[in-house]
């Protein structure tokens, strides 16, 4: 299984910024996605979940109403729509899978991450 994030970089608040996750390797509607997120010196945090083949969607609180969670399921590929954006939204964003949906997500049930892809609010 790989996954392979795209799409960080710098905006300025109030901005806003699209991330991609590309995946391969295993059977793409089944599992799970989501998106974490971890600023320097905190935990990893779930950001948002999607899964049952994109109808059901979850939202940490403090992204809700800004960030939209999606997918293509024909080109395998995971977004991350992120609008109105904060100095607090820094952090690196990963994508993730896992074979079970449920929120809120945990880090330790996602088997698969991508390497990652910084995203600066300022």
Not at 69 to 77: F, G, L, M, Y
């Amino acid at each position: 299984v790989q996954l392979v994030e795209s799409g960080g970089g710098s905006v300025q608040a109030g901005g806003s910024l699209r991330l991609s996750c590309a995946a391969s390797g295993y059977t793409y509607n089944r599992n799970c996605m989501a998106w974490f997120r971890q600023a320097p010196g905190k935990e990893r945090e779930g950001v948002a979940t999607i899964y049952s083949a994109g109808v059901t969607t979850y939202y940490a609180d403090s992204v809700k109403g800004r960030f939209t969670i999606s997918q293509d399921s024909a080109k395998k590929t995971l977004y991350l729509q992120m609008n109105s954006l904060k100095p607090e939204d820094t952090g690196v964003y990963y994508c993730a899978a896992a074979h079970v949906g449920y929120w809120p997500v945990k880090v330790e049930d996602y088997a698969y991450w991508g390497q990652g892809t910084q995203v600066t609010g300022s």
